[in-house]
């Protein structure tokens, strides 16, 4: 018996009836009656518009996660992964480059299955709900950037890993912790003056009271920006953010533009003092170095299973090679990244608290925060009333009403 091969597929099948169980409860925990507390925001219309919302979301989960639950079984089932390898050795390269051909065959097959489904999310539901304002032809020119991203900056990233733990054998892993550490720094810039402006036309927020508002803020906590900008997001959806990016003195924010058109300057203000919260904090920083930590232990550890035959017979394997150790690791390792996963989420939502209470401190105005959050959630027809499971394993914010009732309890 390959205890590897049991341990994937029990993961898989335990990772599959989770998910289904959690979008049942979250379904069934659906309440009709309205919250007094959105009866400002919501008429009872809207409230279920929201909930259909919600429905619809989960019904489609349904249906992919069930494809892709069938995928990964008939993968191994039937060896599939060892045809593409066969496949891409017939060229008759090295292995770094047969590790990027597989790779790039994985990437391209699978974005071919999954987009029908894609195209459905975007297309039907999210145009249902008024969501979509992506044309075809924006979504497949993204999909072509995407590519072209990958290509430049994934592949070189991937042509290194698989050089390194072909060729520096038990300190591999150090060179490949190493790489990434550099890459997580490098794309925060690479991010900011290259990558975003792929996508997203960004122009300098304009003169006028809500600039004035955010620069007397900024000032008041001493926290300088580099750049403060509007993010053409209507572009491509109706639902509204606003995001920060960069580190130290490079550090910038982008609100959408559909944020600025629901939300009062106040209300923006204290959305902003929020994200500053997670820098004060130190949440950004603590998030990076943990983060890497867990991507060095996780080398280390997949450095132990490299090129291992037993788990290269799960898959059905004629050839052993790193690149398909890589992928391998990855699906054994999945129940520990899950409960990781977890924990991370946990962890998140404790800083979401933190950054509410840091916004309602230094601006001194917790209902401006409050005000904000119910429209960000009427708007983008959330749900207020989650299945504290689905809570527990998959959201990085609390639930919008708890947020609001603990930065009440601040104010009194
Ligand atoms: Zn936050």
Redesign the pocket.
């Known amino acids: 018996m390959n205890i590897f091969f049991v341990i994937i597929i029990s993961a898989l099948v335990l990772d599959y009836c989770l998910s289904f169980l959690v979008r049942a409860l979250n379904v069934r925990s659906l309440d009709p009656n309205l919250p007094e507390e959105f009866s400002d925001v919501y008429d009872e219309n809207k409230y279920s518009k929201s909930q259909s919302y919600t429905k619809d979301k989960e019904s489609f989960s349904h249906v992919t996660s069930t494809f892709s639950f069938l995928l990964s079984l008939s993968i191994i089932f039937f060896g599939l992964y060892d045809i593409a390898d066969q496949f891409v050795r017939g060229f008759g390269y090295g292995e770094v480059v047969n590790g990027l051909l597989f790779f790039g065959l994985l990437m391209v097959l699978s974005d071919i299955i999954t987009l029908p489904f894609s195209l459905y999310n975007n297309f039907v539901i999210e145009k249902r709900y008024g969501f979509n304002k992506m044309t075809l032809s924006t979504f497949f020119v993204d999909k072509l950037k995407g590519y072209f991203l990958s290509a430049l900056i994934g592949a070189p990233v991937v042509a290194l890993l698989l050089y390194f733990f072909e060729s520096f054998g038990e300190l591999a892993w150090l060179y490949a912790w190493g790489l990434m550490a550099v890459f997580t720094l490098a794309m925060q810039p690479l991010f900011n003056l290259f990558i975003a402006p792929m996508f997203n036309k960004f122009t300098p927020l304009e003169e006028g009271p809500l600039l004035t508002k955010i620069s007397e803020y900024l000032k008041k906590v001493d926290f300088p920006v580099a750049k403060l900008e509007v993010m053409d997001g209507s572009k491509r959806t109706s639902h509204s953010n606003a995001y920060f990016s960069g580190l130290g003195k490079n550090k910038r924010i982008a609100l959408f533009d559909t944020l600025l058109e629901s939300q009062s300057d106040d209300e923006i203000v204290s959305v902003i003092a929020?994200?500053v919260g997670?820098y004060k904090l130190k949440h950004i920083q603590k998030g990076i170095v943990a983060s890497l930590a867990q991507t060095g232990v996780t080398f280390f550890i997949m450095s132990l299973f490299i090129k291992n035959q037993m788990l290269f017979d799960v898959f059905k394997m004629q050839d052993l090679s790193v690149y398909g150790s890589l992928i391998f690791f990855s699906m054994l390792y999945s129940p520990i990244s899950m409960v990781l996963g977890f924990v991370f989420s946990y962890i998140s939502r404790k800083?979401?608290f933190e950054?509410d209470k840091y916004s309602a401190d230094t601006t001194g105005h917790p209902e401006h925060l409050v005000s904000s959050l119910k429209k960000l959630s009427a708007d983008n027809l959330g749900n207020l009333t989650p299945h504290w499971l689905n809570v527990l394993l998959n959201y990085s914010?609390p639930p919008v009403l708890d947020r609001i009732s603990t930065l009440r309890s601040l104010k009194s």
Request: net charge negative; aromatic share 0%.
């Open positions: 929020h994200e997670h800083n979401e950054a914010h």
